[in-house]
């Protein structure tokens, strides 16, 4: 079993930068971990995966370029660094994990779920 807790949501600026981290517990070995992001009146959709060493990272089309997710397992802890945020980032992000250690843009393939963490982009 693993529990996930995100944090660093909150209220910024359009441009301006936000770290969001994700605490991770129980039988983290092997995960592979994955932010995923849902606006009001529309589906999860995939942000950033990374793989149990942070060798392999995927990231959206959409984040390219601004978004840097990372991961320290020293303290069980995958962090998405946003730069460059804009009023279209905004919505309530989460994190994920797969037991399997698979990198998928599939919210369906991921086994734990945080609660999630707002994110505001005000223009």
């Known amino acids: 079993q693993v529990q996930l807790v995100e944090s660093g949501g909150g209220l910024v600026q359009a441009g301006g930068s936000l770290r969001l981290s994700c605490a991770a517990s129980g039988r983290t070995f092997s995960t592979s971990m994955a932010w995923f992001r849902q606006a009001p009146g529309k589906e999860r959709e995939f942000v950033a995966a990374i793989s149990w060493s942070g060798a392999t990272t995927h990231l959206a089309d959409s984040v390219k370029g601004r978004f840097t997710i990372s991961r320290d397992n020293a303290k069980n802890t995958v962090y998405l660094q946003m730069d460059s945020l804009k009023p279209e980032d905004t919505a309530v992000y989460y994190c994920?994990?797969?037991?399997?250690?698979?990198?998928?843009?599939?919210?369906?393939?991921?086994?734990?779920w945080g609660r999630g963490t707002q994110v505001t982009v005000s223009s």
């Open positions: 994920a994990a797969d037991r399997r250690g698979y990198t998928n843009s599939r919210p369906d393939t991921y086994d734990y």
